[in-house]
């Protein structure tokens, strides 16, 4: 099989979408994406970029997505966080997950970053076996916190209340 690891164009959205949405259904949540290709392409293309992506191009067809962002860790400096890692359904086991990992592990290298980070769902073993064997730490002694966006207004909510 022939593939070229790429960097994403704006033009490759729909498909990372795509590929988005089909790990949400396979994490078995496939109403919580919100994200829309607008905001893709803006966020990933406008002037401050928000994100950084790779594609895994297989005879012209994205098979494949390596999203990620610069972090700042206080203990260690300049850090990546992949936010998905993602192979079509059809493609795995084919290599195009090595080859995107390899391409972000290179890159924080030339970015002298100090770690890069990610999650992956406590219930995923092929994958947590996969990054284990490419020498990754799985902290299972971490608990992933989020605010959303409910849990954000609700939080400004209580803050102005107290403020009164």
């Not at 803006?42 to 610069?70: M, W």
């Not at 100090?114 to 002694?141: L, M, Q, S, T």
Request: hydrophobic letters at 40%; aromatic letters at 10%.
């Amino acid at each position: 099989m022939d593939f070229k690891i790429r960097k994403a164009v704006p033009q490759d959205m729909p498909r990372v979408l795509e590929l988005i949405t089909e790990l949400a259904v396979f994490e078995e949540e496939p109403d919580a994406v919100e994200i829309t290709v607008s905001d893709l392409q803006t966020d990933g293309f406008g002037k401050h970029p928000a994100f950084n992506c790779f594609v895994a191009d297989v005879d012209g067809q994205v098979e494949g997505i390596a999203l990620f962002y610069g972090r700042y860790s206080t203990w260690k400096g300049k850090v990546l966080h992949l936010e998905d890692l993602i192979v079509s359904q059809k493609m795995r086991g084919s290599g195009l997950g090595t080859a995107l990992l390899d391409e972000v592990v290179l890159y924080g290298n030339q970015l002298g970053v100090k770690r890069i980070c990610w999650e992956v769902i406590d219930w995923n073993e092929p994958a947590i076996k996969f990054y284990e064997k490419k020498g990754a730490d799985v902290k299972r002694d971490w608990d992933v916190v989020h605010l959303n966006e409910i849990g954000i207004r609700n939080y400004i909510s209580k803050l102005e209340d107290a403020r009164i």
